[in-house]
């Protein structure tokens, strides 16, 4: 979810890269995702700092495993 809008269909061919790093303590989990852009969608119209982001991860036919809620920063 990106800004409350599902983009796994849009996001998932054009994702080169996630890393999704579980922290201890008191530290904050890190989400971090690399997208092809070709097209310039993104260069456009950038991720706004603030915006709500969220994860699950899983294998297609199989129930996901939710990451956590995150903040562009």
């Known amino acids: 979810m990106y800004g409350g809008t599902q983009v796994a269909g849009n996001l998932t061919a ?10 201890v303590g008191d530290k904050a989990n890190v989400l971090e995702i ?10 456009n119209n950038p ?19 939710s990451c956590g809620n995150f903040e562009v920063d």
């Open 14 to 23: 054009h994702s080169q890269h996630v890393h999704y790093d579980e922290a």
């Open 47 to 65: 991720p706004k700092i603030g915006t709500a982001l969220s994860l699950s991860i899983g294998y297609q036919g199989q129930s996901l495993v």
């Open 34 to 43: 690399q997208v092809e852009d070709s097209a310039h969608a993104w260069a």
